[in-house]
């Protein structure tokens, strides 16, 4: 699945993208203009030029000893002409011309008014009727480097303006959003047994419609879930009752049956019973591990609950469970009571089960809420143990059960976000197995 991405750079990159382009868009018809009127201001420097000159060069020319002859008006010091001309009469001899003027650039004829080459702008005017001609020229590259310049200046802010732009629209959006981030920790850190509605305040009128309607699925969800709760307690209670009856009457029976094939037949009753009680039990486990309320929402100390489990299981089995707890006080943990202990008796209904009969149990807790269930025994095979935790599977046919023990330990420890890790042997051991749970710590 493709990650989203996030609103933030979003909207820091779209805001800065769509301000670079209208800036861009204003820079061009500002050049645009720039250049328009640039162009009006040489055009109108040319004509006032000539028309500043020729007066000056029809009184030049008249009080000539030789006025048809070619002259060059030198210059007081040596520089670099941006505007050069002719002054010439109606067949194009020349009769002035600036110092560093190209003929070639000029027209063959003298023209009055504008005119354009592939390099240079051209202006004429004329005088005495027609008689003598001022043609006054511009490079091109000259408008075309005022025109660049104007560019460049109003380009050159944005280089700036992109980052600052970009950072200052980052803030603003990151500020805006606060709530919505807020919102979002609120959401991420909810457990699995948290559905309190979420507050936060000043939600975006975008957003606040569907953080109401979270609030609305949770409310939902805390009825269903305390429902599902209500019918798996009342149909527990209600199922051991008749089959707690019925067993006594078959033991009742198998007591008083005569020896032969009925009390034979009353003891298969009484087992498929026994075995049907369990799976019953593990069943309403089961429901009771998917119907969540896993988590406590006030941590719970692990130490005497794990403690007073084992102790219940000892008594049971001739002290055969050795207790390793760590060296604190306390182990405070999220995971719920009940929880707790359906996860502790399965493993050690487990372990008990398949472990060797003249060996231990090792249940241990570390400070960090790691719980360890270790039996002796066979090795388990590796083509077997990723398969345990599955449901209605067994390591041993012979052995009876019901198969659901790991897999209602899976279920618990998904549903409080936790590990578990089954391991065969055990750890430093050859033979054995054990059951690795890391629960959630307060």
């Known amino acids: 699945m493709k990650p989203s991405s996030s609103l933030q750079k979003r909207l820091g990159l779209g805001l800065t993208l769509g301000m670079t382009l209208l800036w861009l868009g204003a820079t061009v018809g500002a050049w645009l ?132 732009s970009l950072l200052g ?67 527990a209670h209600e199922l051991r009752t008749p089959l707690a009856a019925t067993l006594a009457q078959v033991q009742r029976l198998r007591h008083e049956a005569p020896e032969g094939p009925l009390r034979v037949r009353a003891a298969k009753i009484e087992n498929a019973l026994r075995e049907l009680a369990r799976l019953s039990e593990k069943l309403m486990q089961l429901a009771k591990a998917e119907g969540g309320g896993l988590l406590s929402e006030t941590p719970q100390d692990l130490i005497p609950l794990l403690a007073h489990g084992v102790d219940e299981w000892n008594q049971r089995s001739d002290q055969r469970i050795e207790l390793h707890l760590p060296s604190q006080a306390s182990v405070y943990s999220n995971i719920d009571p009940d929880a707790f202990g359906i996860l502790l008796r399965n493993l050690i209904e487990n372990a008990l089960k398949y472990g060797a009969t003249d060996q231990p149990i090792e249940v241990s807790l570390t400070e960090q809420a790691q719980l360890r269930v270790v039996n002796s025994g066979p090795a388990v095979p590796q083509s077997v143990l990723q398969h345990l935790t599955e449901r209605f599977v067994r390591g041993h046919s012979e052995i009876s059960g019901s198969g659901l023990g790991l897999a209602i330990t899976k279920t618990i420890v998904q549903g409080v976000n936790a590990r578990m890790k089954l391991v065969s042997p055990a750890t430093g051991r050859q033979d054995g197995f054990e059951v690795c749970v890391w629960l959630p710590l307060a």
């Open 169 to 235: 629209t980052w803030l603003f959006v990151r500020i805006s959003l606060r709530s919505v981030l807020a919102y979002r920790r609120a959401v991420e850190a909810r457990g699995v047994g948290d559905l309190s509605p979420i507050k936060v305040a000043r939600l975006p009128a975008e957003i606040d419609p569907l953080a109401e309607a979270v609030n609305h699925l949770l409310e939902r969800l805390r009825k269903a879930l305390e429902a599902e709760r209500s019918f798996t307690a009342n149909s």
């Open 33 to 164: 203009v720039v250049q328009h009127e640039l162009n009006e201001a040489f055009d109108s420097a040319l004509e006032e030029t000539a028309q500043r000159i020729l007066p000056l060069a029809v009184l030049e020319i008249s009080n000539r000893e030789e006025p048809r002859e070619a002259q060059h008006v030198a210059t007081l010091k040596m520089h670099k002409e941006y505007l050069t001309y002719l002054v010439r009469d109606a067949s194009g001899k020349i009769l002035m011309q600036s110092h560093d003027a190209n003929p070639k650039i000029f027209n063959q004829q003298p023209t009055e008014g504008f005119t354009t080459s592939e390099k240079y702008r051209l202006y004429g005017a004329s005088a005495l009727r027609e008689t003598l001609f001022i043609e006054i020229a511009e490079p091109l590259d000259h408008r075309r480097e005022a025109a660049r310049e104007a560019l460049f200046a109003l380009l050159l802010p944005l280089l700036a303006l992109i980052p600052v």
